[in-house]
Antibody
């Protein structure tokens, strides 16, 4: 059974870089139908899609974060990572990683079917 | 960006009630629409994909419909464990925007 686990510092200082890793276990990390996504949720607010990466290295970024965002993949360790630079208090949130997949290669519809439990990141001095 | 607008923002209903949540896209997204349930303190859970396809393991009281710009999530008979926030998400184009959420409570 596929499982995802976020890890990284819970506290980041303003203007520094937020770095998180998602470790994937229990299933193959390399599949043509799978993308690996990051989503965040500020306290008491809704969900914001951050970006995604394929094991080929292709990425999609939310334009609102693109100038500060880097998502990378380490297929040898079944991990992918997020780096968000120049953080402010507005980046305080629970950060989730999730698999975005589709039923098979003929199915056009992608959905996020497996999520990590989330990790809280606070930006504060 | 394609914006997603859910209504209502919050909803209170009685056990056994039929509950409907709507989601509207700012432009047509065919049926590239997913629904998620988020119980307080937990990660979101996929309920419906492609507007109307029930995810494996999700109770059949949940259903989705719609196409184009207007979509609905229906709970046919509200159960206590359905207390949660519900989010729609467009899967048509980047960025994959979520609706602002609907908080569902029991009366």
């Amino acid at each position: 059974q596929l499982q995802l686990q976020e890890s990284g510092p819970g506290l980041v200082k303003p203007s520094e870089t937020l770095s998180l890793t998602c470790t994937v276990s229990g299933d193959s990390f390399s599949s043509s139908t799978d993308w690996w996504d990051w989503i965040r949720q500020p306290p008491g607010k809704g969900l914001e899609w951050i970006g995604s990466i394929h094991d080929s290295g292709s990425t999609h970024y939310n334009p609102s974060l693109k100038s500060r965002l880097t998502i990378s993949v380490d297929t040898s360790n079944n991990q992918y990572s997020l780096k968000l630079s120049s953080v402010t208090a507005a980046d305080t949130a629970v950060y989730y990683c999730a698999r975005r997949t589709r039923r098979d290669e003929k199915y056009h519809y992608y959905y996020m079917d497996v999520w990590g439990k989330g990790t809280t990141v606070t930006v504060s001095s | 960006d394609i914006q997603m607008t859910q209504s209502p923002s919050s909803l209170s209903a009685s056990l056994g009630d039929r509950v409907t949540i709507t989601c509207r896209a700012s432009q047509t997204i065919s049926n590239y629409l997913n629904w998620y349930q988020q119980i307080p303190g937990k990660a979101p859970k996929l309920l419906i994909h492609a507007a109307s396809s029930l995810q494996s393991g999700v109770p059949s009281r949940f259903s989705g419909s719609g196409s184009g710009t207007d979509f609905t999530l229906t709970i046919s008979s509200l159960q206590r464990e359905d207390v949660a926030a519900y989010y729609c998400q467009q899967a048509y184009s980047v960025p994959y925007i979520f609706g602002q959420g609907t908080k569902l409570e029991i009366e």
